[in-house]
């Protein structure tokens, strides 16, 4: 990075400026059976088919703005021995039991590069003593198998980061790295806003899936299995500190099925006036609550129940005409595309969104609704550009056999970090 970037993300469309990504890596590999749903996965991943689907939205990005990439942020800010001290003392107590001594004078021994590398994608395990030999475990520092849902550990809020209190241990890591690199690194201009590492038992927590900046003044946060309604009202009271006014409206969702994991996999933004949902909780459900708190000069002053989340921003001046995942015939079509991250859309300007082309029905619906299909294989090969769409709307198809196992989609794996203003 040449030269300093400034944080600066108030919406969910806005042409984007800068991303943050991660290539899957072994990390994605070193997994079993056994140990995917400790990895928070539902089945084991092929890297070498994963990598190539995720070069397409690498590919495709790259083309279309600044991209950026963890490792290489991570190794720039190991080079100060002071945030690498920090940092590794930091992982080594949430980590480690007993005498940490031994894996943090390791650690430290590494140069930035490969320590960087150890980070991410683990270390194995030294079995030099009965303890070590007899250990189940092949690791010591457990591989980040979820990095690349760069999504959930940061989440970039007007000219600030906000760092993740993630859900499950296996992740914590993640919002460390994030922490250190917004804190530290000097191409990044920012201020972070909470911190990686709460109380081990806290029932606070909040993940970037769940927060959407639908507009400067209003968030939207789903309140579900990975954000606790402890942590919107930590994110509530942040708010409230810097004396703002904002509407947050807050939707509540299933823990079961595992698929709705975030308010990303049943709700996107598209275009200024159009969004993507799961119907049957977004528009049809009477169980799930939506509500709507507004802050005006760092106060609550107003905390009620909205029919749903489309009703609350027309109140608000966004009158969104919904686009269904799966489509508008079939439930079953509508719950399969779902679960395969179908309404999980990142947008690189207004009414211009990168999504899974395997789910064809959604795609469809997109098309009916204005959206030239682009797909990314054929924008690297330079048979289509997407300047020549500059006038009109597109969803750029990226290919998500594997990527899609893992539970998430164009939107779980990215972080803006700036994005243009939009003129409303």
């Not at 190539?52 to 600044?66: A, H, I, P, R």
């Not at 942020?73 to 100060?80: A, F, Q, R, S």
């Not at 107003?302 to 001046?317: P, Y």
Request: net charge negative; charged share 25%.
């Amino acid at each position: 990075m040449e030269t300093s970037l400034g944080i600066d993300v108030r919406s969910e469309i806005g042409e984007l400026e800068g991303v943050i990504l991660h290539r899957p890596g072994s990390e994605v590999e070193n997994m079993t059976p056994k140990n995917a749903e400790r990895a928070l996965y539902s089945d084991i991943l092929n890297l070498a088919v994963a990598e190539q689907e995720y070069n397409q939205l690498d590919g495709v990005l790259s083309k279309l703005t600044k991209t950026f990439y963890v490792k290489d942020l991570l190794t720039k800010v190991l080079e100060n021995d002071k945030v690498k001290s920090s940092l590794i003392s930091k992982i080594c107590k949430r980590e480690f039991e007993g005498d940490i001594n031994d894996m943090f004078d390791k650690l430290m021994a590494l140069q930035p590069e490969m320590l960087s590398k150890s980070l991410i994608e683990g270390v194995e395990l030294k079995r030099d003593n009965l303890t070590r030999f007899l250990s189940k475990e092949r690791y010591s520092l457990r591989p980040l198998h979820n990095f690349f849902y760069m999504r959930d550990a940061s989440i970039s809020f007007h000219d600030r980061v906000i760092i993740g209190r993630m859900a499950n241990k296996v992740r914590e890591r993640e919002a460390m790295i994030m922490e250190s690199i917004f804190d530290f690194h000097p191409g990044l201009v920012t201020q972070t806003i909470g911190s990686s590492t709460g109380s081990p038992d806290s029932h606070v927590k909040y993940e970037g899936g769940d927060i959407l900046i639908a507009r400067d003044d209003i968030m939207l946060i789903g309140e579900g299995p990975r954000t606790s309604s402890q942590g919107v009202d930590l994110i509530l009271e942040n708010i409230k500190a810097r004396n703002g006014n904002m509407h947050l409206i807050i939707q509540e969702l299933p823990y079961k099925p595992e698929s709705f994991i975030h308010l990303d996999m049943a709700f996107t933004f598209l275009d200024r006036d159009k969004c993507m949902i799961f119907e049957p909780l977004i528009l049809n459900s009477s169980r799930f609550l939506t509500i709507h708190i507004t802050v005006e000069n760092g106060e609550v002053i107003n905390i009620r129940e909205e029919k749903n989340i489309l009703s609350a921003l027309k109140k608000l001046g966004m009158d969104l005409e919904p686009v269904v995942c799966g489509g508008t015939k079939d439930l079953y079509i509508q719950e399969r595309e779902q679960w395969h991250s179908g309404t999980n859309f990142f947008a690189v300007a207004p009414g211009k969104v990168i999504g899974y082309g395997r789910n064809i029905h959604t795609i469809e619906e997109l098309n009916k609704h204005g959206f030239n299909v682009l797909p990314a294989t054929e924008i690297l090969s330079g048979k289509i550009n997407p300047e020549d769409y500059t006038d009109n709307k597109y969803v750029i198809t990226i290919d998500g056999s594997e990527l899609s196992r893992g539970g998430g989609g164009a939107r779980c794996m990215t972080m803006p970090i700036r994005r243009k203003s939009v003129d409303w």
